[in-house]
Structures are given as structure tokens and as C-alpha cells.
């Protein structure tokens, strides 16, 4: 009961501190904005996929962008709170190691989901054919995901000294992990080199991006896994990374 | 000497594993002593709420905290004085099972600070040194998140965070975000946060760093009343003699990782066995010299503008090391005389002041204050 109250505590701290930064809220509008209305017009001349817009197209691919800029970002809250002390009051608490990742994992992926989810409202104001059972069905996935990407960012901030570093690290995760997700062209044996073609099936979130097109492109859209099959990887990749992350909470100096 | 009987007690009982106590070289009859306390080693080890044996913690090539032995009682208030960087903080943290030690051991509240971390956590509350707490909440959502990471019972978390927030006079800045709250408000709901769960050791590391007089003498009162009332063991470290002095029902001095002196405070200062004459001249050396031919001296201790010494009966002897001075065509610039406090027993025992630059006037306690201040 503890362990779930700790838990519980740790979650609702990161959504405090979450919604009441405004900044975040309001800029999280911006990058999706420009990625669909600018990038996703302006390479409408590389044609379409099936009978898809390109705009279309991206408009998955830019949701599980958002969900992992947004995660990776919040691996900055590790050296924040160690910057600031606060990781010791959390450190000598008599919970378990895997519920501080945990409550802390689960907090900062409920704000990276409200991101997701504010990337849906900016589709529907973009004209991109979308529903409300569209939604509930994306969002379980859009969970599922953000525990594996925010895993990955709690774990690599955990071992960083510096915000600097770690902005470094972050980058350098994000583009790889973005540009081989299938997000912006298809993963498409005749459409891309093998080389890539093997990166993307070895990075997570093409099979995140995947099972969202499943999901709000239905028909018009060819998926590469079926859909149980792309939430079992995912399901595996975010218990591995969740034990990865658990351990690094769990170094002690 | 009582102290040596403390000390030996305390070293003994606690633990009658160890092999080797730590000898300093006041203690010189340990061994007597030790067969005294032999059949209440039992009851002591009951008594006893921390223990350390051979705590060590290594920094690469720094030993910050070497083979520490220090036995405290429960609900008593334990200072560890000494200046920064004397190991004071690692040894905390080694307790508080943040740091891990090198070799060694320590025991809090009858538990492994490295097999049984959990379960020393769950009885330890500290105040750190550095500010721990969330600027982006407010007061009261701090600790309630204290409370429920502490297992406080929810039915009991509104009444107890009442209490303490009343305790520390912020109920009124209770839902205001930390960020517009002044150093010694932060410091305070610190104070008030590390006591929520009702902690059978509360560490203070530093409590009163940083803040203004007024907000000082607030806290220490209220640790005072704190030890009176809730039955509660405190580590306390400083590196303000007067905290110290005032706070701490023993004090152990702490020297580049070792302790280098323990017992209750007025013990401390009886072993100094005498009262400081303090001359500020230019010449201390030549002084001191002079002054060593023809007085009797316990100690003298000099620093560039002043010279210390430590004399029986301070009273009778001032007036003849102004005459001497002045027969000697040494120049004093000022002459005083005091009771013998704590940064003398620093002096003592290490042959410095606790902060070399603490030397501008008589206790110097102001001048150090407001260095520190951030």
C-alpha cells in the first residue's frame, strides 16, 4: 500500500509540475504545427502513399514524434531534481527503487500522452479524417509506447552529470529513432535500402508508428505488422527498458 | 576523567566485537575502565541507536570519512562539530544510506545501512544540507508528497502536516508555490518536512546555514523542544561552535575524517583546563616568546594579528602579560580574556581554528555567519 501511495505521489508531482508550466503547454502546439502545416505541404510534390495525402500520411508518424520528443524530454527532470536536491528526499524514501521509476515513469508519460493528445485536436483542425473511437483506440498504443520512450529517457538522463550532456544524448537518440520510425516515408522493401529497412524493424517506434496508421488510417493504409503483433514488440521493449531504467535508479554512489 | 569513561563505555558497549578502539591521546585509561562496563554491555547495546564500526568512505584518493567508531544514544542530541570539509556531511549521508561505505560498517536503529537500507530509511528523517525540496509545488503539497512517500497514513496526513506547518510558523504560506517562499521559510518547511513521519533519528546537516539571526534562534528552540518532547535521537553537524555548544547533549569533533575529541560540551571545555588571554599585536612571535620565559602557560596558539593563550587563572595573569608586553616594547593592539568555549577545543585538538579566516574578533561566530550566507 505504501509502494502504491509512493507511486501514486511521484505521478501526481509530475503532472503538477506539468500543467502548470504553461510554456510547455503552449509550445507543445508549435512543433507538431510546423511538421504537418509546413513540412507536411511543402513535400505534398513527393506524391501520395495509396490514396493518402502526404499529410495524411505523416499525421501518425508526427504523433509518435511528439511522444518521443516529449519523453526524451523529460529525462531532463532526472538532473533537474538532482541539480535541485530534490532526487535525495526522493533517494532516502523507504519505497522500492522500481516504484520511484516507476511513479516517475508513469508521470512523466501521462504528460507526454496530453501532448499526443493535443497533436489529435491539431489534425481535426487540420481537416485529417478523425473520431472520437479513433481515439480511444490510438490512445492504449500512445500509453503503451511513451512507457518504453520516457524508459529510455529516465534511464540515459540517470547516468548524465550535466543538462548539457544530456541535451547532447537526447539528439542523438530522438533523429535515429524518429527518422528510421517510418514516421515521415515508408519502410517499404521497394521503396528503401536494405540498410534502413533493417534499422527501422530494430527501432520501437516503427512499430508504435505502425499500429497508430493501423489504427487512423484503417483501410487506406498497409500495415507492416499486423496490429497485435506491433503492441506485443512494443510490450516487450517496455518491459525490458522499465527493468533497464530500474536498475539505473537503483546505482548507488 | 569522565570523558575517557564515556568514551570507553560508549566504544565498549556498543560494540564488543571490536577489536580495536579508537585511541586518542587524551584517553589514557581505557583499560581500567573497561572491565567496569563490561556486564552492562547488554543493556547498552539496547540503548544504543546508531554504531559505526570502521565507517570509512574513500573519494579516489580522499579519505573523506576514515575508520569513524561513534556509538550514539537514543534521544539524545549528538553534534558533529568540525570545520567543512571535514567528513561531517559523507558521514551523514553514509548513514542515511545515500552514500555507500568503503569498508566499515553502521548500524541505525538496529539496521544495516547497506543490507538493511529500506528499512533504515524508513526510521531516519533528514534535513540535507542543500535545499531538497520541489520549488514548483507549494509548501503544503511537499509534504503531503514527504507524507505518502513515508507511508504516513492518509487518515493521519492533514492532522500531522497541520501541526508541523503550525510548529513552524507557516500555515499562512502553506499554498503558496516555494518559489516566492525567502531561504529561511525553505529551511524551516524543511525542518517541519523531515519530522511528518515521526522519524526515531532525524539528522540536521547544517539546520541553521544561511539564516538570519531571529530565524536561528527560532529553530533551535524548537529542536530543543523537539528533544524534550518527542523522544527523538538527532544528528546534528555544524560547524557554529554556539550551536553546538547550545544544541548538543555530546559532541564529537571531527577532524579530516576522524574524530578527534568527544563528550558532552562543558567535559569538552573542562579539559582545557583553563582561560584563553587573547593579545592582538603585530608581534605575536616575538611575544609569545617572551611571554613563554616568564609565565605559565597551557597552550598558545598564533595567527598573524593575534595571539592566543591559554592560561589557569586567566583573571591574575592579564595584567602581568601587558606588562611584560609593554617592558618589551611590543605594541598590543587590545587584550581580552574569556571562558574557554568550543572553537577553543577545536584548537586544542587540531592546532587550528575551525575556519582559518574566523579569527577577526573575540568569538568570530558573526564573521563566519555571514560568510556563509548565500
Request: hydrophobic share 45%; with cysteine.
Amino acid at each position: 500500500m505504501t509502494e502504491i501511495r509512493g507511486i501514486y505521489t511521484l505521478w501526481l508531482r509530475e503532472i503538477k509540475r506539468y500543467l502548470r508550466d504553461r510554456t510547455r503547454i503552449v509550445s507543445s502546439f508549435f512543433q507538431p504545427l510546423l511538421w504537418l502545416v509546413i513540412f507536411g505541404s511543402g513535400m505534398r510534390f513527393s506524391g501520395t502513399v495509396g490514396s493518402l495525402t502526404y499529410q495524411e500520411y505523416i499525421f501518425p508518424g508526427i504523433i509518435g514524434q511528439t511522444l518521443l520528443f516529449t519523453s526524451m524530454f523529460m529525462g531532463i527532470s532526472v538532473i533537474w531534481d538532482r541539480e535541485f536536491g530534490f532526487l535525495k528526499e526522493i533517494l532516502v524514501a523507504p519505497i522500492s527503487r522500481f516504484s520511484i521509476f516507476l511513479g516517475k515513469m508513469l508521470g512523466d508519460s501521462t504528460d507526454a500522452v496530453i501532448q499526443g493528445a493535443i497533436v489529435f485536436v491539431l489534425g481535426l483542425l487540420l481537416g485529417i479524417r478523425l473520431d472520437l473511437v479513433m481515439f480511444l483506440e490510438a490512445l492504449p498504443v500512445m500509453v503503451l509506447i511513451t512507457f518504453g520512450l520516457v524508459s529510455i529517457g529516465l534511464t540515459a538522463a540517470s547516468f548524465m552529470e550535466s543538462l548539457e550532456s544530456y541535451g547532447v544524448i537526447q539528439s542523438f537518440i530522438n533523429l535515429p529513432l524518429f527518422f528510421l520510425s517510418g514516421a515521415l516515408f515508408p519502410i517499404r522493401g521497394d521503396l528503401v535500402p536494405s540498410w534502413i529497412q533493417t534499422a527501422s524493424a530494430l527501432n520501437p517506434l516503427t512499430y508504435g508508428v505502425d499500429a497508430l496508421r493501423t489504427i487512423i488510417l484503417g483501410d487506406a493504409w498497409q500495415s507492416l505488422q499486423p496490429l497485435y503483433y506491433d503492441i506485443l514488440i512494443i510490450g516487450c521493449f517496455d518491459l525490458v527498458m522499465m527493468a533497464i531504467g530500474t536498475l539505473a535508479f537503483s546505482r548507488r554512489k | 576523567m569522565i570523558i575517557a569513561h564515556l568514551f570507553a563505555g560508549k566504544t565498549y558497549s556498543g560494540f564488543p566485537k571490536v577489536a580495536k578502539p579508537v585511541r586518542t591521546r587524551y584517553f589514557s585509561n581505557l583499560d581500567s575502565v573497561m572491565l567496569s562496563v563490561e556486564e552492562e554491555a547488554q543493556r547498552e547495546t539496547m540503548r544504543s541507536i546508531i554504531e559505526t564500526v570502521d565507517l570509512t568512505r574513500q573519494f579516489n584518493n580522499l579519505i573523506a570519512v576514515n575508520k569513524l567508531n561513534i556509538t550514539v544514544e537514543k534521544g539524545e542530541v549528538f553534534g558533529l562539530l568540525g570545520p567543512n570539509g571535514a567528513g561531517k556531511t559523507t558521514t551523514i549521508s553514509m548513514l542515511c544510506t545515500i552514500l555507500r561505505p568503503t569498508s566499515g560498517k553502521a548500524i541505525v536503529n538496529g539496521f544495516d545501512v547497506v543490507k538493511q537500507a529500506t528499512q533504515v530509511r524508513k526510521s531516519i528523517g533528514i534535513v540535507f544540507q542543500d535545499p531538497s525540496i520541489d520549488d514548483r509545488l507549494t509548501g503544503r503539497e511537499n509534504l503531503y508528497m514527504h507524507a505518502n512517500l513515508y507511508g504516513v497514513p492518509p487518515s493521519e496526513q492533514k492532522n500531522r502536516i497541520e501541526t508541523v506547518l503550525k510548529l513552524v510558523e507557516l500555515e499562512d504560506r502553506a499554498d503558496d508555490i516555494l518559489r516566492t517562499y525567502s531561504g529561511g521559510m525553505r529551511r524551516r518547511l524543511e525542518i517541519a518536512r523531515g519530522l511528518i513521519h515521526y522519524p526515531k533519528v532525524l539528522f540536521l546537516d547544517e539546520p541553521t546555514i544561511g539564516l538570519d539571526p531571529q530565524t536561528r534562534e527560532h529553530i533551535w528552540a524548537y529542536i530543543e523542544d523537539l528533544g524534550r518532547t518527542h523522544d527523538i535521537t538527532m544528528i546534528l553537524t555544524t560547524h557554529y561552535m554556539e550551536e553546538a555548544d547550545r544544541l548538543s547533549d555530546r559532541i564529537a569533533i571531527m577532524d579530516y575524517g576522524k574524530i578527534v575529541a568527544l563528550g558532552t560540551p562543558s567535559e569538552l571545555k573542562e579539559t582545557l583546563e583553563g582561560d584563553v588571554i587573547t593579545v592582538r599585536t603585530k608581534e605575536t612571535e616575538r611575544l609569545s616568546l617572551i611571554i613563554a620565559k616568564r609565565v605559565k602557560i597551557e597552550k598558545t596558539h598564533t595567527s598573524e594579528d593575534k595571539l592566543e593563550i591559554t592560561v589557569r587563572d586567566g583573571k591574575a595573569l592579564l595584567p602581568r602579560i601587558v606588562e611584560i608586553a609593554a617592558n618589551n616594547n611590543v605594541y598590543v593592539e587590545s587584550v581580552s580574556l574569556r571562558e574557554p568555549n568550543l572553537e577553543d577545543v577545536f584548537i586544542h585538538y587540531t592546532g587550528r581554528a575551525i575556519r582559518a579566516e574566523s579569527g577577526d574578533e573575540l568569538h568570530g561566530m558573526s564573521a563566519i555567519r555571514r560568510r556563509k550566507i548565500r
